[in-house]
């Protein structure tokens, strides 16, 4: 069973720094492009970041960009989200997903699945 599980959320002030892990069980993440979305309280679910399966090309949200940093070790199964200089815009629960479907660096949700719990992002002083 394909299963992904997300980490290293928690609270953060404005300004600080967080890495979101995003380890995969049941099958190896080398052969899929991974995708990063969050969704906060009352709103929809956004693409945040993706990667390609090699790691060589990667997408991002204009809200993110020079911000987060998207990375996989593929040896390790895990795909992480390096996140500075956040803001308390960027508090929402952060969820990481396999795509299956669509452009090869989509962030439209309904190209992905496979979707991990999430972890919490807090953003606040």
């Known amino acids: 069973q394909l299963q992904l599980v997300e980490s290293g959320g928690g609270l953060v002030q404005p300004g600080g720094s967080l890495r979101l892990s995003c380890a995969a069980s049941?099958?190896?993440?080398?052969?899929?492009?991974i995708g990063w979305f969050r969704q906060a309280p009352g709103k929809d679910r956004e693409g945040v970041s993706c990667?390609?399966?090699?790691?060589?090309?990667?997408n991002y949200a204009d809200s993110v960009k020079g911000r987060f940093t998207v990375s996989r070790d593929n040896a390790k199964n895990t795909v992480y989200l390096q996140m500075n200089s956040l803001k308390p815009e960027d508090t929402a629960i952060y969820y990481c997903?396999?795509?299956?479907?669509?452009?090869?660096?989509?962030?439209?949700?309904?190209?992905?699945?496979?979707w991990g719990q999430g972890t919490q992002v807090t953003v606040s002083s």
């Open positions: 049941g099958f190896t993440l080398n052969t899929y492009t």
């Open positions: 997903a396999v795509r299956r479907r669509g452009l090869r660096l989509s962030l439209s949700r309904p190209d992905f699945d496979s």
């Open positions: 990667i390609s399966s090699s790691g060589v090309s990667t």
